[in-house]
T-cell receptor, first 115, second 118 residues
Framework: AQSVAQPEDQVNVAEGNPLTVKCTYS??????LFWYVQYPNRGLQFLLK??????LVKGSYGFEAEFNKSQTSFHLKKPSALVSDSALYFC?????????????FGTGTQLKVEL | EPEVTQTPSHQVTQMGQEVILRCVPI?????FYWYRQILGQKVEFLVS????????KSEIFDDQFSVERPDGSNFTLKIRSTKLEDSAMYFC????????????????FGPGTRLTVL
């Protein structure tokens, strides 16, 4: 069974500082990994994905994530945080070896960027 | 930019009543999904739909739930007899397919329908 862990319920960062939101996963095969962001009263917006290839993937709004197979991690990063980045961030995994398309989400990490 | 739309944005119903949640996926997408998010909890997969049939469903998706693509553009989730514990935000999503072994396209989510069962 596939699963995702986001160990931090909340991350606080000062504007202009780098941010990291952590994610680890468990799948039986090679994972497809995703980050989504949710603003209040809005749906989930896709940020970036890792399917295969380069371990560092770049996405929307200056975010990037690094796939680390040995540590089964896919941490989200941004070199310089903005107040407007404050939102709820979800990591998700799909296990293609299972044959289905379903995404399994983590519990979410609330990012708060302060001036 | 194309987007997934959902109606209504908020549905209030009495326990035991039937509800239908509606979604219009992105027009050239082939895969459709429903997820739900109970307040304060994580997003959970309910069902996926491809080629006019269910391709995968979770344990949550029991006989009270059904999905349909009635007219080639809408994708609906029906809950036959709602329970208090069905209160949640329901998200519709869709994804395309661009070919190749590793061509898996991300799922695009709608804004959600908040279902409140009284």
């Amino acid at each position: 069974a596939q699963s995702v862990a986001q160990p931090e319920d909340q991350v606080n960062v000062a504007e202009g500082n780098p941010l990291t939101v952590k994610c680890t996963y468990s799948v039986s095969g090679n994972p497809y990994l995703f980050w989504y962001v949710q603003y209040p009263n809005r749906g989930l917006q896709f940020l970036l994905k890792y399917i295969t290839g380069d371990n560092l993937v770049k996405g929307s709004y200056g975010f990037e994530a690094e796939f680390n197979k040995s540590q089964t991690s896919f941490h989200l990063k941004k070199p310089s945080a903005l107040v407007s980045d404050s939102a709820l961030y979800f990591c998700a995994v799909r296990d293609p070896s299972g044959g289905g398309n379903k995404l399994t989400f983590g519990t979410g990490t609330q990012l708060k960027v302060e001036l | 930019e194309p987007e997934v739309t959902q109606t209504p944005s908020h549905q209030v119903t009495q326990m035991g009543q039937e509800v239908i949640l509606r979604c219009v996926p992105i027009s050239n997408h082939l895969y459709f999904y429903w997820y739900r998010q109970i307040l304060g909890q994580k997003v959970e997969f309910l069902v996926s739909f491809y080629n006019n049939e269910i391709s995968e469903k979770s344990e949550i998706f029991d006989d009270q739930f059904s999905v349909e693509r009635p007219d080639g553009s809408n994708f609906t989730l029906k809950i036959r007899s709602t329970k208090l514990e069905d209160s949640a935000m329901y998200f519709c999503a869709s994804s395309g397919y661009s070919g190749g072994v590793h061509s898996y396209n991300e799922q695009f989510f709608g804004p959600g329908t908040r279902l409140t069962v009284l």
